[in-house]
């Protein structure tokens, strides 16, 4: 890379850093909960939205129906807390839900594992994001104002912090995060103060909204149907549960244990949270809408384009602390903040999994590597054009993108508790200690029913959000599996085609003879020193191949060759249709039908230049000739560079390059090794 692109990149990622510096260091539990729980804990900020605004189709009337949703996500909440605490101690390698999947139900729900994770890592992303600036709006107007380019810049900062390596900080997580918790807390307490004791009367700006609703007075069925999608909706508040299990290894010892304290902190913070908004939305008579400039009316005038409809969180916290003040402030910029890093959450989790899955050889192998900073930079980039993409496509809107978002969780939350079920089958069969088969028992008995609800709660989510956008996931995981089956065959075909044979081969085989032909085109420097270099090769046959393009040229090659009498034989080739690739492309065929067993090595002169732009100028005959003969069995091309002054030239540029060193690639270590180093005898 030249100078010119390096300081930038050393600036933005920084100095590169050598393979033994990679190490992990060992959270605690007060450091891990916000590390890995920051993505559920967040999810409260926009799940309790969702809800309402399902249940608006119905108008205000239904609203009533969202205490008995939010208890029906606490108890999901609780099973799959329950479910994933027996994953950590099953699995603590860190493998999540793939790796339970792809052992205990075989390699094809593994994929399919993955793909639902991969696919949940770019919303998390997407999500987060959004859901981010819409909070942040409520208190900045030109943010929601710009949702894209604002989404973009921040998805493009997450992008440089990963990329630089940053490791999960606890002051880079936990500040934010429990900020956002005490935030939340301070508002459900000060909110419960002054509606229980003082008395209070708490009124959302939205209070006096009345919400046109869509269908009017809507039984059975398609009242059924309505609160089913609002519950399913307001499962996103489960999005991130699985994070803890895919973190184990991070956690100190004992690692289970404290995975499985976090676990149950991580649940009954976000079930209290969750729970304690969707009550204030209630007593604050929050108003949502799905179409809010049509559906949401004011004095019987709709409000129309220009409104701009906040987040459940926002509105209550300016009914509880007012508008502008300084805790409504810090926390609109706390919830804004601990969105972000929630999404930060997937940068860790995508390339990782990435990394697996290539090694598993079900995605390119240049996902698998580290880069500069010991971080998997071709998954983050990919991870962040990935969900970039997406809030350019659904402008950066929360509401459309939560519809595709947990379609993926629920496959993987049902897929990973059905392998722990067969992983406590198989263990079963094998105890014989009447403890530890109790102990199995009990927690098979919590997966089962883990795997029930949440196989129950996925059925839902596919029928009530299928056809708005659900149907969206579900396409992006199958791309993902026959993308990673296409992949996985491909490599499984190219290993067994270049495996090494136990005995002799053809390929092991010395060949025969090895006719070497020259390609030239006039006599000059370049032409001599490939001919020179094929001499030494001493092959069996030699001979300079010319193509007869221009008559008038191709006379006065053959007279020079004579005028020089050089000693190797000259064959020109004629092309009446003035080509030249496909001559020496049928005249080398034809040497190995001859003598199949013989090895035919074309010797190619060519320039090297300084300049890009003299690429363009030179070498192009050799490029597609080397291009068309790498498809030919039995040839060898060789390359006989010849560099003009201008290589010269770049040469002198590289060696500067060399020299030189970014702003910080350079430590000279502790100042006791200085003198030592500058102490020793020479």
Same mark, same amino acid.
């Given at each position: 890379?030249?100078?010119?692109?390096?300081?930038?990149?050393?600036?933005?990622?920084?100095?590169?850093?050598?393979?033994?510096?990679?190490?992990?260091?060992?959270?605690?539990?007060?450091?891990?909960?916000?590390?890995?729980?920051?993505?559920?804990?967040?999810?409260?900020?926009?799940?309790?939205?969702?809800?309402?605004?399902?249940?608006?189709?119905?108008?205000?009337?239904?609203?009533?129906?969202?205490?008995?949703?939010?208890?029906?996500?606490?108890?999901?909440?609780?099973?799959?807390?329950?479910?994933?605490?027996?994953?950590?101690?099953?699995?603590?390698?860190?493998?999540?839900?793939?790796?339970?999947?792809?052992?205990?139900?075989?390699?094809?729900? *593994?994929?399919?594992?993955?793909?639902?994770?991969?696919?949940?890592?770019?919303?998390?992303?997407?999500?987060?994001?959004?859901?981010?600036?819409?909070?942040?709006?409520?208190?900045?107007?030109?943010?929601?104002?710009?949702?894209?380019?604002?989404?973009?810049?921040?998805?493009?900062?997450?992008?440089?912090?990963?990329?630089?390596?940053?490791?999960?900080?606890?002051?880079?997580?936990?500040?934010?995060?429990?900020?956002?918790?005490?935030?939340?807390?301070?508002?459900?307490?000060?909110?419960?103060?002054?509606?229980?004791?003082?008395?209070?009367?708490?009124?959302?700006?939205?209070?006096?909204?009345?919400?046109?609703?869509?269908?009017?007075?809507?039984?059975?069925?398609?009242?059924?149907?309505?609160?089913?999608?609002?519950?399913?909706?307001?499962?996103?508040?489960?999005? *991130?549960?699985?994070?803890?299990?895919?973190?184990?290894?991070?956690?100190?010892?004992?690692?289970?244990?404290?995975?499985?304290?976090?676990?149950?902190?991580?649940?009954?913070?976000?079930?209290?949270?969750?729970?304690?908004?969707?009550?204030?939305?209630?007593?604050?008579?929050?108003?949502?809408?799905?179409?809010?400039?049509?559906?949401?009316?004011?004095?019987?005038?709709?409000?129309?384009?220009?409104?701009?409809?906040?987040?459940?969180?926002?509105?209550?916290?300016?009914?509880?602390?007012?508008?502008?003040?300084?805790?409504?402030?810090?926390?609109?910029?706390?919830?804004?903040?601990?969105?972000?890093?929630?999404?930060?959450?997937?940068?860790?989790?995508?390339?990782?999994?990435?990394?697996?899955?290539?090694?598993?050889?079900?995605?390119?192998?240049?996902?698998?590597?580290?880069?500069?900073?010991?971080?998997?930079?071709?998954?983050?980039?990919?991870?962040?054009?990935?969900?970039?993409?997406?809030?350019?496509?659904?402008?950066?809107?929360?509401?459309?993108?939560?519809?595709?978002?947990?379609?993926?969780?629920?496959?993987?939350?049902?897929?990973?508790?059905?392998?722990?079920?067969?992983?406590?089958?198989?263990?079963?069969?094998?105890?014989?200690?009447?403890?530890?088969?109790?102990?199995?028992?009990?927690?098979?008995?919590?997966?089962?029913?883990?795997?029930?609800?949440?196989?129950?709660?996925?059925?839902?989510?596919?029928?009530?959000?299928?056809?708005?956008?659900?149907?969206?996931?579900?396409?992006?995981?199958?791309?993902?599996?026959?993308?990673?089956?296409?992949?996985?065959?491909?490599?499984?075909?190219?290993?067994?085609?270049?495996?090494?044979?136990?005995?002799?081969?053809?390929?092991?085989?010395?060949?025969?003879?090895?006719?070497?032909?020259?390609?030239?085109?006039?006599?000059?420097?370049?032409?001599?020193?490939?001919?020179?270099?094929?001499?030494?090769?001493?092959?069996?046959?030699?001979?300079?191949?010319?193509?007869?393009?221009?008559?008038?040229?191709?006379?006065?090659?053959?007279?020079?060759?004579?005028?020089?009498?050089?000693?190797?034989?000259?064959?020109?080739?004629?092309?009446?249709?003035?080509?030249?690739?496909?001559?020496?492309?049928?005249?080398?065929?034809?040497?190995?039908?001859?003598?199949?067993?013989?090895?035919?090595?074309?010797?190619?002169?060519?320039?090297?230049?300084?300049?890009?732009?003299?690429?363009?100028?030179?070498?192009?005959?050799?490029?597609?000739?080397?291009?068309?003969?790498?498809?030919?069995?039995?040839?060898?091309?060789?390359?006989?560079?010849?560099?003009?002054?201008?290589?010269?030239?770049?040469?002198?540029?590289?060696?500067?390059?060399?020299?030189?060193?970014?702003?910080?690639?350079?430590?000279? *270590?502790?100042?006791?090794?200085?003198?030592?180093?500058?102490?020793?005898?020479?």
């Amino acid at each position: 890379m030249s100078k010119l692109t390096d300081v930038p990149k050393r600036i933005l990622i920084g100095r590169a850093l050598r393979s033994d510096r990679l190490g992990e260091t060992l959270l605690p539990k007060r450091i891990a909960l916000p590390v890995f729980a920051s993505d559920p804990l967040s999810s409260v900020a926009y799940a309790p939205g969702e809800v309402l605004l399902v249940l608006s189709i119905a108008g205000v009337s239904a609203y009533h129906f969202s205490p008995w949703i939010a208890v029906a996500v606490v108890v999901l909440m609780f099973t799959v807390v329950a479910s994933y605490r027996q994953n950590v101690h099953a699995y603590p390698s860190g493998g999540g839900d793939y790796e339970v999947a792809n052992t205990n139900l075989g390699p094809k729900a *593994g994929l399919t594992v993955a793909s639902a994770l991969l696919v949940d890592y770019v919303l998390t992303v997407a999500v987060s994001i959004s859901s981010g600036i819409e909070n942040l709006g409520s208190a900045v107007p030109f943010v929601v104002e710009h949702k894209v380019l604002c989404a973009t810049a921040v998805i493009v900062l997450l992008t440089l912090m990963n990329l630089r390596g940053v490791k999960e900080s606890g002051s880079l997580f936990a500040i934010p995060t429990y900020v956002f918790v005490a935030g939340v807390f301070v508002m459900i307490a000060w909110g419960a103060f002054r509606g229980l004791v003082l008395d209070d009367t708490m009124r959302a700006p939205t209070a006096d909204y009345q919400i046109k609703p869509e269908h009017q007075g809507l039984a059975g069925f398609a009242l059924v149907f309505l609160l089913l999608r609002a519950f399913s909706s307001g499962c996103a508040a489960l999005t *991130g549960v699985e994070a803890i299990s895919n973190g184990v290894p991070a956690f100190r010892k004992p690692k289970s244990k404290n995975a499985a304290s976090t676990l149950a902190a991580m649940g009954l913070l976000a079930v209290t949270m969750f729970c304690g908004i969707i009550a204030l939305a209630a007593v604050t008579k929050v108003r949502m809408a799905e179409n809010p400039a049509v559906d949401l009316v004011h004095n019987g005038v709709a409000l129309g384009s220009d409104y701009v409809q906040n987040p459940v969180i926002s509105q209550v916290a300016e009914a509880v602390f007012g508008k502008g003040s300084f805790l409504f402030i810090v926390l609109a910029a706390a919830t804004a903040l601990v969105l972000f890093l929630a999404a930060n959450t997937a940068y860790n989790g995508f390339p990782l999994l990435g990394s697996i899955l290539a090694q598993d050889r079900y995605l390119p192998r240049q996902l698998h590597t580290r880069g500069d900073r010991l971080a998997f930079s071709n998954g983050i980039v990919l991870l962040a054009g990935a969900a970039g993409l997406l809030v350019w496509i659904y402008g950066a809107d929360s509401t459309r993108l939560i519809q595709l978002y947990i379609v993926g969780v629920f496959v993987s939350f049902t897929l990973s508790q059905t392998g722990m079920v067969r992983h406590w089958n198989r263990h079963l069969a094998a105890e014989k200690d009447q403890a530890k088969r109790r102990h199995m028992v009990r927690s098979r008995a919590i997966n089962a029913f883990g795997a029930f609800f949440t196989g129950l709660v996925l059925i839902v989510v596919l029928v009530t959000k299928f056809t708005h956008g659900a149907w969206v996931a579900l396409l992006g995981m199958v791309i993902f599996y026959a993308t990673m089956t296409a992949i996985r065959k491909h490599y499984d075909r190219v290993a067994a085609e270049i495996a090494a044979p136990e005995g002799p081969s053809d390929d092991s085989v010395r060949p025969s003879r090895v006719h070497s032909v020259v390609l030239i085109s006039k006599i000059h420097r370049p032409t001599l020193r490939a001919l020179a270099y094929a001499k030494l090769m001493r092959s069996d046959t030699l001979e300079a191949l010319s193509v007869n393009v221009d008559p008038a040229e191709t006379k006065s090659l053959r007279a020079e060759w004579e005028r020089r009498g050089i000693d190797v034989p000259l064959k020109i080739l004629d092309s009446p249709y003035r080509e030249v690739t496909r001559p020496v492309i049928e005249y080398v065929k034809s040497l190995r039908k001859e003598s199949p067993r013989d090895a035919v090595s074309v010797i190619i002169p060519e320039y090297v230049v300084g300049h890009w732009y003299e690429h363009l100028l030179h070498n192009q005959s050799a490029l597609r000739l080397k291009g068309r003969l790498l498809f030919t069995p039995g040839v060898m091309v060789t390359s006989v560079p010849y560099q003009l002054q201008s290589s010269e030239a770049a040469k002198n540029r590289a060696r500067r390059r060399q020299e030189w060193n970014a702003p910080g690639a350079v430590r000279r *270590g502790p100042a006791e090794e200085r003198t030592k180093e500058s102490s020793t005898p020479t």
